[in-house]
T-cell receptor, first 117, second 111 residues
Framework: GAVVSQHPSRVICKSGTSVKIECRSL??????MFWYRQFPKQSLMLMAT?????????EQGVEKDKFLINHASLTLSTLTVTSAHPEDSSFYIC?????????????FGDGTRLSIL | GESVGLHLPTLSVQEGDNSIINCAYS??????FIWYKQESGKGPQFIID?????DKRQGQRVTVLLNKTVKHLSLQIAATQPGDSAVYFC??????????FGPGTRLSVLP
């Protein structure tokens, strides 16, 4: 169990386009989901924590109007990169934590490679 | 402070040998730790976890050791195989807070 599906796996689009990435927990409910950004050969950088039914909590330096997060159900969170530019090109990864406790592992999706031309 | 690194240490081991990957964590109040494995182009995969009331935990071919005195975590992989080649991240969690990930270590298994 504990499968997280992330879609799409790869996006290539023109500058100025808005891109939506979906994160689904397939076999469990996740009150909390997390969005990370990862640069080549670096660790995961937490962008925001997504809570079902409430506003996301963004890390310092992450523009909430640039990276819109919606967590409308216990199995789905979406990240929308608005008016994306080449500097937004990166590997975006989501994770989900099972409902029922904070001290539980996060389960990760397989990431979305975003390339802005 | 946060344990986010800007470089990626590399460990090379011969196939069949044991691997030891180390991690220094930053928060003495952290009470839950996880090792993740990340293959190229994929998301991190849960390997094993340990809580702060334990010093050692074993899984299939993997062992995690926790030394709270020096805030050190290690992952031991027995009889390393080519499929073990990946980047390994430790993550620490202070109950109720987010996980903080270490800088990662790239494990290369030599034939």
């Amino acid at each position: 169990g504990a499968v997280v599906s992330q879609h799409p796996s790869r996006v290539i689009c023109k500058s100025g386009t808005s891109v939506k990435i979906e994160c689904r927990s397939l076999d469990f409910q996740a009150t909390t989901m997390f969005w990370y950004r990862q640069f080549p050969k670096q660790s995961l950088m937490l962008m925001a924590t997504s809570n079902e039914g409430s506003k996301a909590t963004y890390e310092q330096g992450v523009e909430k109007d640039k990276f819109l997060i919606n967590h409308a159900s216990l199995t789905l969170s979406t990240l929308t990169v608005t008016s994306a530019h080449p500097e937004d090109s990166s590997f975006y990864i989501c994770s989900a934590r099972k409902t029922g406790g904070d001290n539980q592992p996060q389960h990760f999706g397989d990431g979305t490679r975003l390339s802005i031309l | 402070g946060e344990s986010v690194g800007l470089h990626l240490p590399t460990l090379s081991v011969q196939e069949g040998d044991n691997s030891i990957i180390n991690c220094a964590y930053s928060n003495s109040a952290s009470d839950y730790f996880i090792w993740y494995k990340q293959e190229s182009g994929k998301g991190p995969q849960f390997i094993i976890d340990i809580r702060s009331n334990m010093d050692k935990r074993q899984g299939q071919r993997v062992t995690v050791l926790l030394n709270k005195t020096v805030k050190h975590l290690s992952l031991q992989i027995a009889a390393t195989q080519p499929g073990d080649s990946a980047v390994y991240f430790c993550a620490e969690n202070n109950y109720g807070q987010n996980f903080v990930f270490g800088p990662g270590t790239r494990l290369s298994v030599l034939p």
